[in-house]
């Protein structure tokens, strides 16, 4: 559970193939599209993020699984009250 926690698992298997179903990774440092006010100089967001465009609206996923873990941030969502919304 602490791997989840920490966000060290990246995303892999089903999780990964829903999110390219619903977006590309991209590469957020040096991304000059819409970044829905993302880092995209200094990877403070991580270094990924899922991106989208539909009937002219652009959609930036930022997937929790991709987001840097600092211990002690108190910033940052503790999973276990994160509504989680994906399901093998």
Same mark, same amino acid.
């Given at each position: 559970?602490?791997?989840?926690?920490?966000?060290?698992?990246?995303?892999?298997?089903?999780?990964?193939?829903?999110? /390219?179903?619903? &977006?590309?990774?991209?590469?957020?440092?040096? %991304? !000059?599209?819409?970044?829905?006010?993302?880092? =995209?100089?200094? /990877?403070?967001? &991580?270094?990924?993020?899922?991106?989208?465009? %539909? !009937?002219?609206?652009?959609?930036?996923?930022? =997937?929790?699984?991709?987001?840097?873990?600092?211990?002690?941030?108190?910033?940052?969502?503790?999973?276990?009250?994160?509504?989680?919304?994906?399901?093998?």
């Amino acid at each position: 559970m602490k791997k989840i926690q920490q966000n060290l698992g990246g995303v892999e298997g089903p999780f990964e193939k829903f999110l /390219n179903l619903i &977006g590309d990774p991209i590469k957020l440092q040096g %991304w !000059k599209k819409y970044r829905a006010g993302l880092d =995209v100089v200094d /990877n403070i967001h &991580g270094t990924t993020a899922y991106y989208a465009e %539909w !009937k002219n609206h652009h959609i930036m996923f930022h =997937v929790a699984n991709l987001i840097p873990f600092t211990e002690g941030d108190p910033q940052q969502v503790n999973f276990f009250f994160f509504p989680f919304i994906y399901s093998q």
